[in-house]
């Protein structure tokens, strides 16, 4: 693939800093998550109009045309759409366009507990709308709905979520339990 013929971003305001989390596994679990979101068809690819349209969902108004001269250069010759693999390169490439590259993690360096504790707190924030300290049913419910997940229609549905996880039953998601239940995932095929 040709790197220098896909065009860069163009952002209107400043990329959010949580593009690309400093600890790899939290970033490859989040990755995989938006990859099966945009994935509307669970084919394993995801097309230029699945993209278009998770993207208008979120109301970021694709430019079908924009969209296609920085995607296409990822989609591999025959194939209908980007797979795992291209869109992790996807995201890499437009991570380093935004930000610089990653450093790469010395053998017997690797990320350090504040940075993993940090990724956690903002990754819990995204859910945690009102700021205090817990996420509810409503605000789990707010967050799914923006991501189009069907899981969104039934608040029944969302309180069982959040009851999954509600160690101290106070109907709450705190942020132990949301990192003991992030802690406890496995992402396969990534």
Not at 127 to 142: C, H, K, N, R, Y
């Amino acid at each position: 693939m040709d790197t220098a013929a896909v065009a860069k971003p163009s952002l209107s305001r400043k990329p959010s800093p949580s593009f690309r989390l400093r600890n790899g596994s939290l970033n490859a679990l989040r990755l995989r998550r938006v990859f099966d979101l945009f994935d509307r068809n669970g084919d394993g690819e995801i097309t230029l109009d699945e993209m278009a349209s998770a993207l208008d969902a979120l109301g970021l108004g694709a430019d079908r045309a924009g969209l296609e001269a920085t995607v296409g250069g990822y989609i591999p010759a025959g194939a209908a759409g980007l797979r795992f693999a291209d869109f992790e390169s996807l995201h890499r490439a437009l991570g380093d366009a935004l930000f610089g590259p990653i450093e790469e993690e010395q053998p017997g360096k690797g990320g350090s507990d504040e940075d993993e504790e940090g990724d956690m707190k903002e990754a819990f924030r995204v859910f945690d709308e009102d700021g205090d300290g817990f996420i509810s049913a409503a605000e789990l419910q707010a967050v799914l709905k923006k991501l189009g997940l069907p899981e969104a229609r039934s608040l029944a549905t969302v309180q069982e979520m959040i009851c999954n996880v509600d160690r101290d039953r106070d109907g709450r998601v705190d942020f132990g339990e949301f990192k003991c239940m992030m802690q406890g995932i496995t992402v396969w095929g990534a």
